[in-house]
T-cell receptor, first 114, second 110 residues
Framework: EAGVTQSPTHLIKTRGQQATLRCSPI?????VYWYQQALGLGLQFLLW???????NRGNFPPRFSGRQFPNYSSELNVNALELEDSALYLC?????????????FGSGTQLSVL | GQQVMQIPQYQHVQEGEDFTTYCNSS?????IQWYKQRPGGHPVFLIQ?????EVKKQKRLTFQFGEAKKNSSLHITATQTTDVGTYFC??????????FGSGTQLTVLP
């Protein structure tokens, strides 16, 4: 069974540009979560998508946005990039957290903003 | 959202020594999950605790959930170099938002 896949692995952008990160969940998983992990720090919750809808978002500015497609894959878009956006962006999927399901993480996209 | 405090932030141990990380919340938790992230890797699920006072074991790892469901601990007996990584406790809050603790970074010296 294929795990959660993320692309690209690495992304280098300059300040003010836009970044698009992609995530494909495990087959059968309908929920996708995005987390930001700055160097040496914990995971900060960004966004949760389920059945194509944004269900919840963390304490991040509106320039962080995304969407979920009918096949449950997801995109995270970061507009007007700032230096402090440099981080590892992790995507996770789950079957149904309402039944206490666990999260399966992808390997992440390392975003560097110069 | 729900906040979980995790201590210590860093822990260096000699191989063979024991290790414990603690997770504390000011509010009652419905459940708690533990994840491990190896250096350069992504978090991997270890276990979930749901019941008050629950204790679960995985080989050298022992997980506990407090009686009041406000704290949890992970204890590793006789650490090995393969235990190196950051251990996160994760609480389930409203709107199914999982909140990660700040993590404990474990270094095992050979």
């Amino acid at each position: 069974e294929a795990g959660v896949t993320q692309s690209p692995t690495h992304l280098i952008k300059t300040r003010g540009q836009q970044a698009t990160l992609r995530c494909s969940p495990i087959s059968g998983h309908t929920s996708v979560y995005w987390y930001q992990q700055a160097l040496g720090l914990g995971l900060q919750f960004l966004l949760w998508y389920d059945e194509g809808e944004e269900r919840n978002r963390g304490n991040f500015p509106p320039r962080f946005s995304g969407r979920q497609f009918p096949n449950y894959s997801s995109e995270l878009n970061v507009n007007a990039l700032e230096l402090e956006d440099s981080a590892l962006y992790l995507c996770a999927s789950s079957l149904d957290l309402a039944t206490n399901e666990k999260l399966f993480f992808g390997s992440g996209t390392q975003l560097s903003v110069l | 959202g729900q906040q979980v405090m995790q201590i210590p932030q860093y822990q260096h141990v000699q191989e063979g020594e024991d290790f414990t990380t603690y997770c504390n919340s000011s509010t009652t938790l419905s459940n708690i999950q533990w994840y491990k992230q190896r250096p350069g890797g992504h978090p991997v699920f270890l276990i979930q605790l749901v019941k008050s006072g629950e204790v679960k074991k995985q080989k050298r790892l022992t997980f506990q959930f407090g009686e009041a469901k406000k704290n949890s601990s992970l204890h590793i007996t006789a650490t090995q170099t393969t235990d190196v990584g950051t251990y996160f406790c994760v609480s389930s809050g409203s709107a199914r938002q999982l909140t990660f603790g700040s993590g404990t970074q474990l270094t095992v010296l050979p």
